[in-house]
């Protein structure tokens, strides 16, 4: 569906509805109560310091690993090694020492139900390990957070096709509009007509999740290669005052408007 | 909202409308599938064996800490970290050396999207690394997901009240019938008046992160004592034949049948 403009409050997506910058600027107003905080529990660990080290990886060779690791660990575990098993090889640590297979709980939006997807959800579990949080102070794996989820709703999917299918047979690709497992692999089952165990439906999330760890590892490189722009134009807390996606008069009959600040 | 009976298909919560057993039977078919993958990247970390030591903690103590976190960390992070900072001073590894900082993004139910808020999520992040994923052997990681998810779902929130509240208000409760930010942020604003950026709202979810935290503490210091019983009596994937949520008539005018299984 095109992003919305009637149902919605912005007419826009670059508009800013509310007139603040967001969560980033929120993010600059709270470090100001860390000094109110506990050191002692403010202190990090040995891997809490970042960037962590990276090396530019091969987006197809990747998507190609996570294909196979859905079939062992799911869809947002998958992302997750698909990278971090290459860059235990690359680099040793703090990879090696990432408990990544305690992630398998992300399948199915979170032990099915069907919240975020695990393929985004690992994705951003990714960016983040490895910049860092906004806290910080670098904004890029926020940001790539939120490109990740954009990505994943507008695209295709799956996009990516692996040299080897489990299943050797062509699959519908849906759009979803959304981040959401319920409503991506709602919206897959309904244009394909295979129910939620079937081997199509699993070959299809796991060529979603490789799909999304290929365009994981293009941002990773690009913001590796210094080369990195944001490129999501959307957020709900900015446009419509509200934590959101753009898919809004697909849940609500009528939208309705939050309370906003008295200005 | 009362669990569904009339919009969606299960007149019953724990009626088995598919007949299968759902994630956890679907798990057990697809360990057949291990064996089929590369070893070498099967092959875990020395912090993939489970389950990690644990400690009983203190329940309010936890939320005590989790609340204060909120204000330098956020949701997801404050959840991870009510926990983990009292494991790393009572037992250190592999606490001490888990990046938990990098989960700030879980804000907002991921960077300010609307989905799984971050408390429920930073829980089923440590109730998974601490017990361990369900491929390793237990599936109480799983269940305490499930539980934490449907108990976020059903409570009037925020439980909790911390000793001593930044804002010393008392604060509207709501129930919100989902997991996700989106749903149970937008209820609560629409009950209380007050906007997202408001210290209101954000002293409500710093409460609710508490509240999570005391929750997952009683969940797995039950499981610490071996007493610990699944709560959770909900399944889409088995009662409807999709990942999701109970509230199914809060976003569907008409509730959609996904394909069945041929049987």
Known sequence: MERPDKNCQSPSRRQMMIGTAGVIAAGTAL?????LF???????GPTEKWPWPYEKLDPAKTAEICYNEWYRVFCGCAVINSIFS???????????????????????????WGTICG??????IVANLIIGPRIAGSPVGHQISADIMQWYSEADMPVFTPAKPRLKKKLVKTVSDSPLCHISVG?????????????????????????????????????????????SDFSAPSEFGITGQYN?????TEVPTPPMPKS
Chains 1, 2 share one sequence.
């Open 31 to 35: 470090t100001q109560l860390e000094g």
């Open 119 to 124: 393929s985004p959800a690992g994705a951003n």
């Open 187 to 231: 919206k897959w089952m309904k244009a394909s007509g295979y129910p939620l165990k079937s081997a199509e439906r699993k070959d299809r999330c796991a060529r979603v999740a490789a799909s999304t760890a290929y365009r994981l590892v293009e941002l990773l490189n690009d913001w590796k290669d210094g080369k990195y722009e944001e490129t």
């Open 86 to 112: 290459q860059l235990r090889e690359k680099i040793g640590e703090p990879y090696t020492s990432f408990p990544v297979d305690a992630f398998v709980f992300l399948e199915g939006g979170q032990v099915g």
């Open 38 to 44: 506990n050191s002692a529990q403010a202190k990090g």
């Open 248 to 252: 809004c008069d697909e849940c609500h």
